[in-house]
């Protein structure tokens, strides 16, 4: 992939977040339309298709594979908007019409395109377990004056911002968000050197530290293509 079309992607990916958050939607649905979004362009040239088109509907059909009840009319709305932020909102019209067209046939040719293999699973409930072990381990103070669960968050959500989540197993994303934020706090886990195994190979038995580091590398190169990126 050249350095143009990551940059491509990655503003698709903004465009698709932005978009979500303002429909209210839930971080998973968001995950599933990113995810559906990277698996499309693993197969297919950018160069043939409006990445834009395709984000949108990615996010159309997110929203029904995870059962989120959300009115197609408000997600064309919103991401239109969100794509023209100097334009009038849209107003039912030809416009409207053309666009919901598009969206409804893109999504038919989509779920083709994936063999309707659209159901994912994603790293987010396996940090969620992970974070409640290590808020058991760390002294009580540390987790409550230290946004450790926030910043874990924030970085598996940025995650999507690359095709990172195709290329490693969900729960050493979620191991690795989590190693990561505890590198950013300056924290480590309590009797490391006395146990037997390190804390990130109690979650997941087959994840070393090279990996862990490799998926961290990844994640520091998609910061280093948001700074590439216009707003």
Sequence with gaps: MSESETRVHFRVMRYIREAGLKLHLENVPIATASTIYHRFFR????????????????????????????????????????????????EIGDTFWQLRESVTQCELYLLRALKFKVVFDHPHKYLCHYLKAVSDWLEPRHWEEVPLGRTAWALLCDCYHSDLVLEHKAQHLAVSVLYLALQCHGLEVPLQRQAALRWYQVFSRDVSLEIIQTIITKIMAAYDVENQVPR
């Design 43 to 90: 197969e297919y040239q950018l160069k043939d298709y409006d990445p834009f088109l395709i984000g949108v509907t990615c996010l159309s059909l997110a929203c029904k594979i995870e059962e989120q009840n959300v009115r197609l009319r408000d997600i064309i709305n919103v991401c239109y908007r969100t794509l023209h932020k100097n334009k009038a909102p849209l």
